[in-house]
Structure formats: structure tokens, C-alpha cells
């Protein structure tokens, strides 16, 4: 392997912009109108045009061990994660696809549930957790890992499904 094609750490702010191209990327790939959204105060990173509706989608990218991110809440709208781990630069991110009600199901997993009995943890409204420190939000979002969503794992078919309910 030549040293240009080994992988290399991708820079911190253009890492986030890596991944929403690479999911409009995939998204046009697949016969769909994918428009990134210019800002950095946003929920929505692209759009998709349907012709007779807009579907949002969020992307979060890594390259390191895990995700930290909010998660997703609303009608309308996906979570694209975006898995640059170990990646040369020919390969191709994988790519973890989930639904406002994948998300929930998510945050209800054993070691969650604990941790919203004790206190340390409660979930929003719009299903973001919010980390507490005696009795003070300290930290909103959620390390997540591959292994934790492993099924949501190249699910393009999720948005087909969203997209095809639109026409």
C-alpha cells in the first residue's frame, strides 16, 4: 500500500463536512435529490426532495471509537452515523441509519434505565439525555459505539421507506 492511500486522521472540522458528503453522496447514488444546508447552527444537515415533500437528515461522523450526539427527534427526519474507524482512504465509511423511534428504542437499553432511576440521567421531551451532576445538567448527548447499533448498520432502506411514504 502506497503511504498516500494509508489511513490517515481526517482534521476535526472537516470531518463533520466529510460525512454530510458522504451521505448526500450515497443518498444520490440511490436516485435521490440530497442538498447539504450551509451553517453551523442547524438540526438538519441535508435535505432530500421527494418532489412532493423534504425528508431532514442529521449526520454525525467519527473517526475514533464513538459517537457523541444528541440524537434525533421528530417526523421527518433520520440519523445518518458515519464510521471513518480505521479507514483508508480508498475505502468507503460505514454508514448506521436510525429513525426518531430507533433512537428511543435505544435510550431505553438496561444500563440506561438505570441510570435514569438514580438520577443521573434524564431524557428531554425530543429525546436527548441529559447528563446530571448533583442536580445540575452538566452534558447533553450520548456516547454511542458501532457495536451498540450494529443493526441499524447500512439500513439505506429506512429512508426508502420514509421517502416512498412521501410520494
Given amino acids: 500500500m502506497t503511504e498516500e492511500m494509508a489511513a490517515k486522521e481526517i482534521p476535526k472540522e472537516m470531518l463533520s463536512l466529510a460525512g454530510e458528503y458522504a451521505v448526500a453522496s450515497e443518498l444520490c447514488r440511490r436516485g435521490h435529490y440530497a442538498q447539504l444546508t450551509l451553517g453551523t447552527r442547524k438540526k438538519t444537515d441535508i435535505l432530500v426532495d421527494t418532489g412532493t415533500a423534504m425528508l431532514r437528515v442529521q449526520v454525525k461522523s467519527k473517526q475514533g471509537y464513538a459517537w457523541v450526539c444528541s440524537g434525533v427527534f421528530g417526523e421527518n427526519i433520520i440519523l ?88
Avoid: C, M
Fill in 80 to 167: 445518518v452515523l458515519v464510521d471513518y474507524a480505521d479507514r483508508q482512504l480508498d475505502q468507503r465509511p460505514d454508514f448506521y441509519i436510525l429513525t426518531t423511534r430507533d433512537w428511543a428504542n435505544f435510550l431505553k437499553v438496561p444500563w440506561v434505565k438505570e441510570r435514569i432511576a438514580e438520577g443521573t440521567v434524564k431524557i428531554d421531551s425530543e429525546n436527548r439525555p441529559i447528563w446530571n451532576s448533583k442536580g445540575k445538567s452538566t452534558f447533553r448527548g450520548f456516547r454511542v459505539e458501532p457495536e451498540e447499533i450494529a443493526k441499524h448498520k447500512e439500513k439505506w432502506s429506512k429512508i426508502e421507506a420514509l421517502l416512498n411514504k412521501k410520494k
